[in-house]
């Protein structure tokens, strides 16, 4: 009997969670969440900086392969119709306000110019050749510098190395300043 009344006085015992627990799962779950937002956020200013980069790249690669292009069929200014550039070469260099300037002969023995130039408060790539001139850079990339250095003289085919820096406009902590240098030989040889 008194076995009987024993589990009769036995309470019931609810469970419930104390204070402390509920503060600290509370705390590892504010942890949890701000971590994973941290995380978040470093994925996301990853791929805008990586859009940035492949903005500047895709635009520069545009206008060097333009550049490529014209510059290996550059031909010897044998009729003297670029001004500046002697009768026994293929390429001459100057300067501007902004930096180095590159003129040649083309294939259709037009006179062409590559320069930077200024575009309001911007500066672009510029082109000139007899028959039209314009800015082929998009508005959108800044070229700070560009550089236009000759081979030797005694080289038997021309070269000419490109060197440039520019960065996209508006990108703010995103922007994406790279520099390239390139180099373009001429199909001609003297």
């Not at 956020?41 to 014209?70: C, H, M, P, W």
Request: overall charge positive.
């Amino acid at each position: 009997m008194i076995g009987n009344s024993y589990k009769k006085i036995k309470l019931s015992k609810k469970s419930g969670f104390s204070l402390v627990e509920v503060l600290v799962s509370v705390s590892l779950f504010v942890v949890i969440i701000l971590a994973s937002t941290q995380i978040f956020k470093l994925v996301i200013d990853g791929q805008r900086s990586a859009l940035a980069t492949q903005n500047v790249q895709e635009s520069l690669k545009y206008f060097l392969e333009v550049i490529a292009k014209e510059m290996r069929m550059a031909q010897k200014n044998s009729n003297l119709l670029c001004p500046g550039i002697a009768a026994d070469e293929v390429f001459a260099t100057s300067t501007n306000a902004y930096g180095d300037v590159v003129t040649f002969q083309n294939y259709y023995h037009q006179c062409v110019t590559y320069s930077l130039d200024a575009d309001g408060s911007n500066q672009r790539f510029r082109i000139d050749r007899d028959t039209s001139s314009g800015f082929i850079s998009p508005n959108k990339i800044r070229i700070d510098s560009l550089n236009f250095r000759l081979s030797d003289a005694a080289s038997i085919q021309p070269l000419v190395t490109i060197n440039l820096r520019a960065w996209a406009l508006d990108e703010g902590q995103f922007k994406s300043d790279m520099t390239i240098q390139t180099s373009i030989s001429s199909r001609y040889y003297k």
